[in-house]
């Protein structure tokens, strides 16, 4: 599949790691923060992701990445075929068809949703190569727009206007033809050298809310001093706690 996913997409491929989105937005934060540039990060959070995935659109973007009729036919048989009942004082109920989603714990499900983001992730090519989105240029020759580690996305761009319109309607739009819908509840607005009135319009726009540096992005921190210990400190009492709960259950 590395050949058919973007290279802003850094979940489940071979090659590809948990830490390379982490890096990348780093170093934008850090870069913007040096040469005293304006930058916005919209941090993206999805309501239910696997249980929102329209099956229709999946069969849509497999047969728009090259997959023939047969494979298609066979996800068709994977994914639509299931039905589900709910445990009620510890008797399932009648079970209940399925319409929409990806089933949790399926090896396929994984690969099937970066079929599915790969959607948006081509939503925001072509806004950028159009010109309705500024990404945040890192050299001549490199922009930075989005980066995506399954659903978990961040837009990244110039402090514009134009940016706020475009991000608005290419969520609008994905949500529409995908099932996914942004929890703007959650989403998170960040700006690197913006004035505090346009981020506030500009979360108000976007109905989110503003957020500090240093975030967590994917559990690790964006935008912290790396070489403070206390930039860790979180980190490792994830782990730590990961640990002890292994501890104890085995």
């Known amino acids: ?29 850090d870069l913007a923060r040096r040469l005293k540039k304006e930058c916005l990060i919209l941090k993206v959070d999805f309501e239910k992701a696997y249980d929102s995935v329209s099956w229709s659109f999946l069969d849509y973007m ?3 990445l090259g997959f023939g009729d047969k494979w298609r036919a066979w996800m068709k048989t994977c994914v639509c075929n299931g039905n589900l009942s709910v445990l009620i004082n510890g008797s399932p109920s009648e079970q209940v ?3 929409r989603g990806l089933k949790q714990g399926d090896p396929l499900s994984p690969f ?7 959607g948006l992730s081509s939503f925001m090519q072509k806004a950028v190569s159009l010109g309705f989105f500024r990404g945040f240029k890192v050299s001549p020759e490199v922009v930075v727009s989005h980066l995506q580690y399954a659903d978990d ?7 514009c206007v134009e940016n706020l319109w475009t991000m608005k309607a290419i969520l609008r739009w994905f ?7 942004v929890n703007f509840f959650k989403s998170r607005l960040f700006g690197v050298n913006v004035c505090n009135a346009f981020m506030d319009q500009a979360a108000s726009f976007l109905h989110c809310k503003k957020g500090n540096f ?22 490792v009492k994830a782990i730590e706690k990961r640990l002890l709960s292994w501890k104890n259950k085995y």
């Open 1 to 29: 599949m590395d050949p058919i996913i973007s290279k802003n997409q850094s979940a489940f491929l071979k090659g590809r790691f948990l830490a390379d989105g982490v890096v990348v937005v780093n170093e934008v934060v």
């Open 62 to 64: 497999l047969g728009r």
């Open 97 to 99: 068809n399925i319409s």
């Open 112 to 118: 099937l949703f970066l079929i599915v983001a790969e």
């Open 153 to 159: 996305t961040l837009f990244i761009g110039e402090a």
């Open 175 to 181: 949500e529409l033809i995908s099932g996914l819908k």
């Open 214 to 235: 240093p975030f967590v992005y994917l559990g690790l921190p964006v935008g912290a001093n790396p070489r403070k210990a206390s930039t860790w400190v979180p980190v």
